[in-house]
C-alpha cells in the first residue's frame, strides 16, 4: 500500500512539474547578475491601423527643458525609445538610432528617446559618447512610461515604439533592435 501510495506521489509531482514552465522573466531575476533591468525578447510587434487603439497621451519635458504635449505627435511619424545609460543593448542600439534618425528626419520622422532612471549629466554624456542628436525625456518620475502603460512593460529596457501620423502605436520592439526591422517598420508608417 505505501508502494503504491509512493507511486502516485511520484506520478503526481512528475504531472505537475511537466505542466510548469520555463518564465523567461523569472528566469532572469533568478540570474542575479545585478544588470537592473529585465532584457525584453527581441519580440517585434506591428498592430494594423484597424487595431490600433487611441493616440498615446504623451506628456512630459525632455532634458533640454521643452515640454511635450500629444499635440507634438500630430501629423508626424515618431519613434519613442525607452533606455537608460547602463543598460548594455541601449549602448549597441544607440548609434543605429541615431543613423536612421538622419535617414529619416527630412521625411519629417522625430525621434524621442525616453530616459527612465539618469540624471541630466549622465543622459548628456552617454548622448555626447554615441552622438545622439535627438532629445530625451527626462522620465524618472514614470509620466512617459505611465502614457504607454500596457504597451511596454515597466521593467523591459530597451523598448522602441513606432507611431503613426495620428500618435497611435504602429509597431513595438521589445529588446535590443535590429537596424533592418526598424527601418522597415518607420517605412511602413511613413507610408501610411
Same mark, same amino acid.
Given at each position: 500500500?505505501?508502494?503504491?501510495?509512493?507511486?502516485?506521489?511520484?506520478?503526481?509531482?512528475?504531472?505537475?512539474?511537466?505542466?510548469?514552465?520555463?518564465?523567461?522573466?523569472?528566469?532572469?531575476?533568478?540570474?542575479?547578475?545585478?544588470?537592473?533591468?529585465?532584457?525584453?525578447?527581441?519580440?517585434?510587434?506591428?498592430?494594423?491601423?484597424?487595431?490600433?487603439?487611441?493616440?498615446?497621451?504623451?506628456?512630459?519635458?525632455?532634458?533640454?527643458?521643452?515640454?511635450?504635449?500629444?499635440?507634438?505627435?500630430?501629423?508626424?511619424?515618431?519613434?519613442?525609445?525607452?533606455?537608460?545609460? $547602463?543598460? *548594455?543593448?541601449?549602448?549597441?542600439?544607440?548609434?543605429? &538610432?541615431?543613423?536612421?534618425?538622419?535617414?529619416? /528626419? +527630412?521625411? !519629417? @520622422?522625430?525621434?524621442?528617446?525616453?530616459?527612465?532612471?539618469?540624471?541630466? $549629466?549622465? *543622459?548628456?554624456?552617454?548622448?555626447?559618447?554615441?552622438? &545622439?542628436?535627438?532629445?530625451?525625456?527626462?522620465? /524618472? +518620475?514614470? !509620466? @512617459?512610461?505611465?502614457?504607454?502603460?500596457?504597451?511596454?512593460?515597466?521593467? $523591459?529596457?530597451?523598448?522602441?515604439?513606432?507611431?503613426?501620423?495620428?500618435?497611435?502605436?504602429?509597431?513595438?520592439?521589445?529588446?535590443?533592435?535590429?537596424?533592418?526591422?526598424?527601418?522597415?517598420?518607420?517605412?511602413?508608417?511613413? $507610408?501610411?
Amino acid at each position: 500500500m505505501l508502494a503504491a501510495g509512493g507511486l502516485t506521489l511520484a506520478a503526481l509531482t512528475l504531472g505537475l512539474s511537466a505542466c510548469a514552465q520555463e518564465d523567461a522573466l523569472a528566469k532572469q531575476a533568478r540570474a542575479g547578475d545585478n544588470k537592473n533591468y529585465v532584457a525584453g525578447d527581441g519580440s517585434v510587434t506591428e498592430f494594423a491601423a484597424t487595431d490600433r487603439k487611441a493616440p498615446v497621451q504623451v506628456t512630459g519635458t525632455l532634458f533640454n527643458g521643452t515640454a511635450v504635449t500629444p499635440a507634438d505627435f500630430q501629423g508626424k511619424v515618431t519613434v519613442l525609445n525607452f533606455w537608460f545609460a $547602463a543598460c *548594455a543593448p541601449c549602448r549597441v542600439e544607440a548609434p543605429i &538610432l541615431e543613423d536612421l534618425h538622419q535617414e529619416f /528626419k +527630412d521625411q !519629417g @520622422v522625430q525621434f524621442f528617446g525616453v530616459n527612465l532612471r539618469d540624471e541630466k $549629466a549622465t *543622459a548628456e554624456a552617454f548622448d555626447k559618447t554615441f552622438g &545622439l542628436t535627438y532629445p530625451s525625456f527626462d522620465d /524618472k +518620475d514614470g !509620466g @512617459v512610461l505611465l502614457a504607454v502603460s500596457g504597451i511596454v512593460p515597466p521593467g $523591459a529596457v530597451p523598448t522602441t515604439l513606432v507611431l503613426d501620423k495620428q500618435g497611435r502605436v504602429s509597431a513595438r520592439v521589445l529588446g535590443e533592435i535590429e537596424r533592418g526591422t526598424l527601418k522597415a517598420l518607420i517605412a511602413a508608417a511613413v $507610408a501610411e
